[in-house]
């Protein structure tokens, strides 16, 4: 049955101070819910029952739902036959990142579907924690978890001040930032490890964070003096900069 309980507290979900006091988060669709399924704990499942029948779930409470009812509780336009409400992942020794691999680290990335679909590259390319500052979109708003299509149950995120991160790593991490001003990735060594930073939006890389960066790249155009945009997406230039270090 759909109480209004269960209604009110997927509205507060939508909600990241709900969220935080909750540790809970909403999932939408059979493709982002079935990735999560498995990977991160189940607290309630609205589903239709054609669903349920073609997919067994394990969840704390599974409730059945008809169309006009879950079109009442998402938050989606177009509702696709599950809503799932999971239990938010702990962030455990998020300062210690790992030596050995390449990571990514978010300085202010505020556009839920840059972040969501960030996500869904690092999963591509095999990177497995992103650091984000504290100003950084969240990584468990409805908006970010559907753009992420199901990454989200594969990639750690962790949310830290990124000038703490980069003294605990110590100087032999290599970290990469991506600057109008930096050398050519197409001509700078890279390493199979370390942390790749990305900027605001709008304003690229904030000085402070700037100052731990001991490696500047630079993405050019083609050809260089043809005129061109003033810059990339944070999410497309994400996806050239790992592409390039999974190339090498």
């Known amino acids: 049955m759909l109480s209004k309980n269960k209604q009110k507290l997927i509205r507060q979900l939508a909600s990241k101070k709900h969220r935080d006091e909750l540790g809970l988060f909403i999932a939408e669709g059979p493709k982002v819910v079935g990735d999560l399924l498995g990977h991160i704990g189940c607290h309630l499942i609205f589903a239709t029952r054609e669903w349920l029948d073609a997919n067994p779930v394990q969840a704390d409470e599974v409730i059945e739902v008809t169309p006009s009812e879950l079109e009442r509780i998402s938050l989606l336009k177009t509702p696709r036959d599950v809503l799932a409400v999971f239990r938010r992942p702990t962030d455990n020794d998020a300062l210690q990142a790992p030596a050995h691999e390449l990571t990514l680290a978010l300085d202010g990335v505020q556009d839920p579907g840059n972040l969501g679909t960030i996500i869904r590259i690092a999963d591509w390319f095999g990177i497995n924690h992103i650091y984000c ?42 970290i990469y930032g991506t600057f109008l001003d930096g050398t050519n990735i197409y001509e700078q060594p ?45 999410a497309i230039a994400t996806a050239i900069t790992c592409a390039e270090f999974r190339r090498r």
């Open 190 to 234: 890279l390493s199979a490890h370390g942390i790749i930073v990305m900027g605001n939006e709008g304003n690229g890389i904030s000085p402070a964070v700037a100052e731990g960066i001991n490696r500047r790249l630079f993405i050019p155009s083609f050809p260089p003096e043809r005129p061109t945009s003033e810059s990339l997406n944070v």
């Open 133 to 174: 500052s504290p100003d950084t979109a969240d990584a468990f708003s409805p908006k970010t978890v559907m753009a992420t299509m199901g990454a989200i149950a594969r990639v750690q995120v962790h949310y830290l001040p990124l000038v703490e991160l980069f003294k605990a790593c110590g100087e032999q991490v290599p």
